[in-house]
């Protein structure tokens, strides 16, 4: 147990609304990030951030917005959801103290389905 | 620009025959890459990795795969498959020199008993 807990694990919402999904690690690990799972996509990543108050862009961040606010919790936030945006959201954290020959540690994941 | 191609989307075999799933890469610099495994409505477990050093790396569950740079592989294999190894892998990749990780397709395999 890697300590990584998401909420909510499962939400249904409208087109247009706001929906923010958070990841919470028990662990004071540097490195999380954000993956959307998708059929015949696999993961791809959407933002990591690599300490409170910095993040950066993975390859599909349009439409999505993140914040670190403090170093255990990282949040992502779709301004205003669309159908497209329907997916399993998955937060990861990077192991051995950060270092990039750490591997990653996900947590359960939060399906989102937009209608 | 890295990116990693499971040419496979399903793999069929009986218990207790070998077990491999194909991996390829791409990727500028030297790689570290990545296999992970994933059960039914569950998170990834991850299983093995390629830093540097020996070609052939041992980790979870019987697993192990083999790096191949001149053919830019990284398949996973297990010498005797069992019913419980049925689930969803996924190979990944990234630079050394950074810290996103990019991830295949994804392959289901399937053990039959």
């Known amino acids: 147990d890697a300590g990584i807990t998401q909420s909510p694990r499962h939400k249904v919402t409208e087109t247009g609304t706001p929906v923010t999904l958070r990841c919470h690690q028990t662990?004071?690990?540097?490195?999380m990030y954000w993956y959307r799972q998708d059929p015949g996509h696999g993961l791809r990543l959407i933002h990591y951030?690599?300490?409170?108050?910095?993040?950066d862009k993975g390859e599909v961040s349009d439409g999505y917005s993140v914040s670190r606010s403090k170093t255990e919790d990282f949040l992502l936030t779709l301004e205003s959801a669309t159908s497209s945006q329907t997916s399993v959201y998955f937060c990861?954290?990077?192991?051995?103290?950060?270092?990039?020959?750490?591997?990653?540690?996900f947590g359960e994941g939060s399906r989102l389905t937009v209608l | 620009a890295q990116s990693v191609a499971q040419p496979e989307d399903q793999v069929n075999v009986a218990e207790g025959n070998p077990l491999t799933v194909k991996c390829t890469y791409s990727?500028?610099?030297?790689?570290?890459l990545f296999w992970y495994v994933q059960y039914p409505n569950r998170g990834l477990q991850f299983l093995l990795k390629y830093i540097t050093g020996d070609n052939l790396v041992k980790g979870s569950y019987g697993f192990e795969a083999e790096f191949n740079k001149s053919q830019t592989s990284f398949h996973l294999k297990k010498p005797s498959a069992l019913v419980s190894d049925s689930a969803l892998y996924f190979c990944a990749v990234q630079r050394s020199n950074d810290y996103k990780l990019s991830f295949g397709a994804g392959t289901t395999v399937t053990v039959r008993a």
């Open positions: 662990e004071n690990h540097r490195y």
């Open positions: 990861a954290i990077r192991g051995i103290g950060g270092a990039n020959t750490g591997e990653l540690f």
């Open positions: 990727v500028s610099g030297n790689p570290y």
């Open positions: 951030s690599y300490g409170v108050k910095d993040t």
